[in-house]
C-alpha cells in the first residue's frame, strides 16, 4: 500500500499540524503481514473533538485485541487540510500507518449528532470513496454506521452499506467472521451484505423499499430480498465485567476537548425524562462492578499520564456504588495529584461533600439541569425535580462556599405557555433571594446565577418523537421574552441568561425526524461547500435553503407538523426494546402533566426487561 505520509512543507501550512500526524502514546500498531481486515474508524469532527469521544477508544480497543484486525483512526480534516488533500488529489489516509482509507476494508463511521451529516461526505470523499452506495464497486470499504444517529438512519441510508444498530460490543465479531468467511469463498460485495443482514442488529438500507402518501408522510417501509429482517433488534451488552474497554487509551498530542481518563460506570438510565433519547435507547440501566473500575482507573492513570478522571454516565448519581468510588479516588488520586472531575450530580448532601472535597470552590461552578422553569412544566417532561429540590440544593451549595451556578433550560418544549418562560427568570430570581438570607458575613461573595437555554428538538424513540417543533422565529421570540424578563429582576446583577442557536437548531430537528428524501439535500449542500455545519461560524444557511428549494423540500414538513400515533415513522424497523406502546402512553401522560416514576420506584412497562438484564424491575415482585 502506498504510504502518505504529509510532507514537511505541507505540514507547515496547516494550522495544527499535530492533528495528522499519528504516533500517540497508546497507538496501536500491527505487522500487516499478521492482519487480514482493516479498519478505518472515524469520528467525522475535528481531532480534538473525535479524540475526547470515548465510544472510538472502546471499539479501537476492542477492534485491535481481536486476531487478524488492525482498527485505525481517521477524523474530519480541518478545511486548511481539505484544500490541501483536493488541490493535490491526495487521498485521505488514517493516522497509524498513513495509508489511504479507500484501502482498508472496512470505513466505520461513528454518527453522534446530526449536523455531522455533510463531515461524513466530507471523509468518503476525501477518501476517494463514491459517495452513493450504490455506486461503490469491489474494491471499496464498506461504509458502516453506528452511534445514536443511526436510530434514525433515513436522511443518510444513501451514503451507508450498512448500520450497526446498538452496543458496539455486542456483534460486531459476527459481522467480520461474515467479511472473513465471505472473502475466503470469493463472494462479491453484495454475498457479503447479504450475510451482513443476516446478524441480529444489521441494518443494508439497499435491502429495504421505501414508497410515501401524497402529503408526504410514509406508506411502506419493506424488505426486497428475504435476508432481510422486517425489524432490526438492537444488540445490548450486559457482561461489563468481561467486555472490552480501553486500558491503554490513546493519548492525543493536542489539548482534546476532554484531555483526562474517562470511566464509564453505567449504561442506560432509570430516570424517564420525555425529552432525552438517550435514556430510552441505552436502556436497561447496566452497572459496572465497583471494584472493576477501582482497577480500571489506577491503571488507566498509569498507562496514559493523564492529570485528570472523570465518571461517565447519563445519571451518575444513580449509580449504586457512587459513594464507595468516589471514596476511593478521592484517596487514591490524591496520592497521585490527580485532579477529579465530577459530572452533573444530584445536588445532594452526599454530592456537596464530595465536590467540595475534590474541586477548588473558588474556580468552580456547580451545574443544576432544570430543564423547565415551572413545576407544571417539569411535570409534562417528567424530569422528577421539584422546585423545593433546586432551592435547597442551591442553598446547600451557597453555604458550602459555591457562588457560581448554572442552570441548564430548555425552550420550546411541548404545551410550552409564556407562564412557563417566566417561570425561568422568576426561579433564578428566587435562588438569588434566597443566597441573601444568608448572613453576609457567612457568604462567600457575590452570587453569581447563570441561565443557558437550548432549544427542544424532537428525538425519535422519545415520548415527544410525535410532537411539532418551535419555527426558528418561535425560538427566537421565546428566548428574547425571557431575556427581557430577567431584566426585570430586582437581582438583575446577579443574574446572566444566554441561548443557543435557533437556526442550527431546526437543521437539527429536520434531520433527527427526516427521511431518504433528504439524502439529495444532503449531498447538493455538500457539494456547494457544506462541511463542519456544527461550527455556527462554518454554517451557510443560504445553501441549505438553496438544496430545500432546488429539491423541492419543505423542511416544515420535518418540523412543525405534529404527527399522529398511527403514523409510519421512518425509525419504526428499529426495535430499541422499549415498546411503541409504552411510548404512546408516555406522550398522552405527558399532555396531561402526569408524572412516570423512576423505574427503581415504580416500573412502567417499557418493555425494556425483554433484553433480559440491566438494572430493570420489570416482572419483578
Not at 461526505?121 to 452506495?133: C, E, F, G, K
Not at 465479531?173 to 475466503?184: G, S, V
Not at 462492578?289 to 478522571?309: F, W
Request: charged content about 25%.
Amino acid at each position: 500500500m502506498e504510504k502518505l505520509a504529509l510532507s514537511d512543507e505541507i505540514l507547515m501550512e496547516v494550522e495544527k499540524p499535530a492533528r495528522y500526524i499519528g504516533n500517540e502514546v497508546n497507538s496501536v500498531y500491527k505487522n500487516l503481514s499478521e492482519v487480514d481486515i482493516r479498519i478505518a474508524m472515524c469520528f467525522p469532527d475535528v481531532y480534538e473533538i473525535g479524540m475526547s469521544y470515548l465510544g472510538i477508544q472502546i471499539l479501537y480497543d476492542m477492534f485491535n485485541h481481536m486476531e487478524g484486525v488492525w482498527c485505525e483512526r481517521v477524523y474530519s480534516p480541518w478545511p486548511d487540510l481539505d484544500r490541501i488533500l483536493r488541490e493535490k488529489g491526495i487521498p485521505l489516509f488514517a493516522l497509524e500507518s498513513q495509508e489511504p482509507v479507500k484501502e482498508f476494508d472496512f470505513l466505520g463511521i461513528t454518527l453522534q449528532y446530526e449536523m455531522c451529516y455533510t463531515n461524513v461526505l466530507q471523509v468518503i470523499d476525501l477518501s476517494h470513496i463514491p459517495l452513493l452506495a450504490e455506486e461503490r464497486g469491489e474494491t471499496d470499504p464498506i461504509v458502516m454506521g453506528g452511534g445514536p444517529c443511526s436510530y434514525n438512519p433515513e436522511p443518510i441510508a444513501d451514503f451507508f452499506d450498512l448500520f450497526y444498530i446498538g452496543d458496539g460490543e455486542a456483534a460486531h465479531r459476527k459481522l467480520l467472521e461474515a467479511y472473513r468467511e465471505n472473502k475466503r469463498r470469493g463472494g462479491s460485495r453484495m454475498d457479503f451484505l447479504t450475510l451482513a443482514a443476516g446478524i441480529d442488529g444489521i441494518y443494508v438500507p439497499s435491502f429495504y423499499d421505501v414508497t410515501y402518501h401524497a402529503d408526504g408522510t410514509l406508506s411502506s417501509f419493506e424488505p426486497n430480498r428475504p435476508q432481510a429482517k422486517r425489524r432490526i433488534k438492537k444488540q445490548v451488552v450486559f457482561d461489563f465485567e468481561h467486555t472490552d474497554y480501553p486500558m491503554k487509551p490513546v493519548v492525543p498530542f493536542l489539548k482534546a476537548t476532554q484531555d483526562r481518563v474517562t470511566l464509564e460506570i453505567q449504561r442506560g438510565c432509570t430516570r424517564g425524562c420525555r425529552f432525552c433519547q438517550a435514556g430510552m435507547i441505552y436502556r436497561p440501566n447496566r452497572e459496572k462492578d465497583v471494584d472493576l473500575l477501582k482497577k480500571y482507573a489506577v491503571e488507566m492513570i498509569q498507562n496514559t499520564g493523564h492529570e485528570e478522571i472523570t465518571l461517565s454516565s447519563l445519571s451518575s448519581s444513580d449509580y449504586g456504588c457512587l459513594p464507595e468510588l468516589t471514596e476511593f479516588l478521592i484517596e487514591e488520586m490524591g496520592k497521585r495529584n490527580v485532579n477529579i472531575a465530577l459530572p452533573s450530580l444530584r445536588i445532594d448532601a452526599f454530592s456537596l461533600d464530595v465536590m467540595q472535597r475534590v474541586q477548588d470552590i473558588r474556580k468552580s461552578s456547580l451545574t443544576f439541569a432544570a430543564e423547565a422553569g415551572t413545576q407544571r412544566l417539569r411535570n409534562v417532561i417528567n424530569k422528577g425535580l421539584t422546585e423545593d429540590m433546586i432551592r435547597t440544593g442551591a442553598m446547600k451549595a451557597f453555604r458550602g462556599g459555591w457562588t457560581k451556578v448554572k442552570f441548564y433550560f430548555m425552550v420550546g418544549l411541548p404545551t410550552e405557555t409564556k407562564e412557563d418562560l417566566m417561570g425561568i427568570p422568576r426561579l433564578c430570581q428566587t435562588l438569588a433571594e434566597d443566597y441573601f438570607t444568608i448572613p453576609k458575613e457567612e457568604r462567600s461573595g457575590k452570587v453569581a446565577i447563570t441561565a443557558s437555554s437550548s432549544f427542544f428538538v424532537p428525538k425519535p424513540f422519545t415520548p415527544f418523537q410525535w410532537a411539532s417543533m418551535n419555527t426558528e422565529e418561535e425560538f427566537l421570540e421565546k428566548a428574547r421574552f425571557v431575556k427581557d424578563n430577567f431584566q426585570l429582576q430586582k437581582n438583575r446583577k446577579c443574574l446572566t441568561y444566554r441561548y443557543h442557536d435557533a437556526d442550527l437548531t431546526i437543521m437539527e430537528g429536520i434531520f433527527a425526524r427526516g427521511d431518504r428524501r433528504l439524502a439529495p439535500v444532503i449531498l447538493q449542500a455538500y457539494q456547494e461547500g457544506c462541511i463542519f455545519d456544527a461550527w455556527h461560524e462554518m454554517f451557510h444557511r443560504e445553501i441549505w435553503e438553496k438544496a430545500f428549494r432546488e429539491h423541492g423540500i419543505d423542511p416544515n414538513f420535518y418540523t412543525s407538523r405534529e404527527r399522529s400515533v398511527d403514523e409510519l415513522l421512518p425509525w419504526d424497523f428499529i426495535d430499541i426494546g422499549v415498546s411503541k406502546a409504552f411510548l404512546i402512553r408516555e406522550w398522552e401522560r405527558a399532555k396531561k402533566g402526569e408524572v412516570t416514576p423512576n423505574c427503581k420506584q415504580s416500573c412502567s412497562g417499557c418493555g425494556a426487561a425483554g433484553f433480559g438484564g440491566g438494572v430493570c424491575f420489570e416482572n419483578q415482585d
